[in-house]
């Protein structure tokens, strides 16, 4: 059996280094990225196989990153975790005084992104029979005030996903909404906030290993409503 591998991009800390984690430890290969290098090695370090992890620092929102991701996947990919996001102004913003070019990079980070890592690894995907895993948020779907932002550039990432789905049904394509997580994301929308009652992103990776490894078809999943899993790949 050949090792699988994932890209898992925003890696660093919170969700992405929870799941890069768990996979490693299973003995997946991995190629990782945030923008903070050193943090980023220091994440690398803690994981239990480092010698299965490719770390490149960069912005997604860069195509000389993204192209430089996308050379260090092997011909053939199992898994690509879009995850890496940006948040926009905080504390956030209403609509009204959103700044233009703060809802630009919004979806330079969460929405053309991840679109442009699927453009360029799709052939490895194919050949693999992989899956797409797009992290999303409730903010796509709900109108919660000062969250116009992200919410619309997740909305657009789950619409991606949608299409995407049925242009390549050879592909497992999903959006993915992992819920409230004591994260510097979730702190960065609360601040000031006790946010310690939220679930550690950790609670969620069992969720996420159901899509990973089970057989559930292409779709928007909620973690809240994916039973625990049982033995993934
Ligand atoms: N936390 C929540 O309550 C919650 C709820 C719903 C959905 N989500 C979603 O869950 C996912 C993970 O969020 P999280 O809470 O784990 O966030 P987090 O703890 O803030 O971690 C974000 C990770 O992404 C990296 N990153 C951010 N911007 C990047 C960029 N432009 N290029 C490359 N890497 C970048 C960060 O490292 P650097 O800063 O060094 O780049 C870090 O490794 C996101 O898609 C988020 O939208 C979170």
Same mark, same amino acid.
């Given at each position: 059996m050949t090792t699988p591998t994932a890209l898992v991009t925003?890696?660093?800390r919170g969700l992405g280094l929870a799941l890069a984690? !768990?996979?490693n430890a299973?003995?997946?290969q991995l190629v990782l990225d945030a923008r903070d290098g050193d943090r980023l090695a220091t994440a690398v370090g803690s994981l239990p196989l480092p010698g299965l992890v490719t770390a490149l620092s960069g912005d997604v929102a860069d195509p000389a990153h993204r192209a430089t991701l996308a050379a260090?996947?092997?011909a053939r990919l199992d898994l690509l975790v879009a995850n890496a996001s940006d948040l926009g102004p905080s504390p956030?913003?209403?609509l009204a005084e959103l700044p233009l070019p703060a809802f630009e990079r919004l979806l330079a980070v969460n929405t053309v992104a991840p679109l442009a890592l699927v453009q360029l690894l799709l052939p490895a995907l194919r050949r693999a029979g992989g899956r797409a895993l797009l992290v999303? !948020?409730?903010a796509a779907v709900e109108g919660y005030a000062g969250w116009g932002g992200?919410?619309?550039s997740k909305a657009a990432l789950d619409q991606l996903g949608r299409v995407l789905a049925v242009e390549e049904p050879d592909l497992r394509v999903y959006a993915v909404d992992p819920g409230d997580m004591a994260t510097d994301m979730h702190q960065a929308a609360f601040p000031g906030e006790d946010i310690s009652d939220r679930p550690s992103p950790d609670s969620v990776?069992?969720?996420?290993l159901r899509l990973i490894g089970g057989d559930l078809p292409s779709g928007r999943y909620r973690t809240a409503e994916l039973a625990p899993a049982g033995a993934p790949a």
């Open positions: 925003g890696a660093s984690t !768990s996979l299973r003995g997946w260090a996947v092997p956030l913003p209403p999303s !948020s409730d992200y919410g619309a990776v069992p969720a996420l």
